[in-house]
T-cell receptor, first 116, second 115 residues
Framework: AQKVTQAQTEISVVEKEDVTLDCVYE???????LFWYKQPPSGELVFLIR??????QNEISGRYSWNFQKSTSSFNFTITASQVVDSAVYFC?????????????FGTGTLLAVQP | DTAVSQTPKYLVTQMGNDKSIKCEQN?????MYWYKQDSKKFLKIMFS???????INETVPNRFSPKSPDKAHLNLHINSLELGDSAVYFC??????????????FGPGTRLLVL
């Protein structure tokens, strides 16, 4: 069965600190895709990144970076020099490959609170 | 310019009533979805439609009936509302050409409160 675990329920940091959100996944598929979404206090779900299982290169986008490690089934998300606007719930998600099943399996989310 | 829109944004209703939530996307996508987010923020898929055809039904009670009049719209009708239906309902869409790797884009959510 597929599963996504975000063990950190809540994280609180002070502005300008770096913070890493953990994501561990389980799947039997050899080809799969991983995603991160952000849900700010306003409630919408904002797509951040997609990564396929064959690409283990780390990705950086501004203050955001993602570390994908197949050996540990992890896809962690780091925010450098956090800002108050980063305060949100962050979800890691997984899809499987093949057929008509294209659902996203979400983790339970990590609430990040960035204090000024 | 909103890519995926939902109406209404808030819905407060009494137990036993029937209500509908509408979703529209202007991205030209072929596949649309409904997800439910419960009070603990857990997100779970309910339905998926591709080209107006139902392809995922995740053991949702049959009081919930999705309807897709065309590729750009996927509405959710709920009969005989129960307290446990209180949640945020998200509509999403994706291109519908290469499923596993497609990014799903979400609407703003509809906050349903059943009293």
């Amino acid at each position: 069965a597929q599963k996504v675990t975000q063990a950190q329920t809540e994280i609180s940091v002070v502005e300008k600190e770096d913070v890493t959100l953990d994501c561990v996944y389980e799947t039997r598929d050899t080809t799969y895709y991983l995603f991160w979404y952000k849900q700010p206090p306003s409630g919408e779900l904002v797509f951040l990144i997609r990564r396929n299982s064959f690409d283990e290169q780390n990705e950086i986008s501004g203050r955001y970076s993602w570390n994908f490690q197949k050996s540990t089934s992890s896809f962690n998300f780091t925010i450098t020099a956090s800002q108050v606007v980063d305060s949100a719930v962050y979800f890691c998600a997984l899809t499987n490959y093949g057929g008509a099943t294209n659902k996203l399996i979400f983790g339970t989310g990590t609430l990040l609170a960035v204090q000024p | 310019d909103t890519a995926v829109s939902q109406t209404p944004k808030y819905l407060v209703t009494q137990m036993g009533n029937d209500k509908s939530i509408k979703c529209e996307q202007n991205l030209g996508h072929d596949t649309m979805y409904w997800y439910k987010q419960d009070s603990k923020k857990f997100l779970k898929i309910m339905f998926s439609y591709n080209n107006k055809e139902l392809i995922i039904n995740e053991t949702v009670p049959n009081r919930f009936s999705p309807k897709s009049p065309d590729k750009a719209h996927l509405n959710l009708h709920i009969n005989s509302l129960e307290l446990g239906d209180s949640a945020v309902y998200f509509c999403a869409s994706s291109q519908g050409l290469d499923f596993p790797k497609e990014t799903q884009y979400f609407g703003p959510g509809t906050r349903l409160l059943v009293l």
